[in-house]
């Protein structure tokens, strides 16, 4: 049974960092692609970043861009953890945060893409 854990979310400040870590368990998600998207209340869900896997066994980082810059995604763990680190917080970055993995998907910053989600976790940032 696929599971995706996250933790990490919280309050924090304007300008604060905070680490994200989704935990993937269920089989081996070396060459599945990672994504995180988020939802704030009254909106779609959107593409935040992804770690993308290649036949040449390459990842690849891809990010929004009103969070290119301050995010970074990245894969620990044996590759069945991953991370988002983000930093310079803003309050538009209020959301609930999900992690997401997708073997076959190619358009990586679709939700429709991805076959297995996690709970989410809320990150609040004040101003």
């Known amino acids: 049974q696929v599971q995706l854990v996250e933790s990490g979310g919280g309050l924090v400040q304007a300008g604060g960092s905070l680490r994200l870590s989704c935990a993937a368990s269920?089989?081996?998600?070396?060459?599945?692609?990672m994504g995180w998207f988020r939802q704030a209340p009254g909106k779609e869900r959107e593409f935040v970043a992804a770690?993308?896997?290649?036949?040449?066994?390459?990842?690849?980082?891809y990010y929004a861009d009103s969070v290119k810059g301050r995010f970074t995604i990245t894969r620990g763990g044996a590759k069945n953890m991953v991370f988002l680190h983000m930093n310079s917080l803003k309050p538009e970055d209020t959301a609930v945060y999900y992690c997401a993995a997708t073997k076959y998907g190619s358009s990586w910053f679709k939700v429709e893409e991805y076959d297995y989600w996690g709970q989410g976790t809320q990150v609040t940032v004040s101003s």
């Open positions: 770690n993308t896997w290649s036949v040449r066994s390459v990842y690849y980082a």
């Open positions: 269920g089989r081996t998600f070396d060459t599945y692609s």
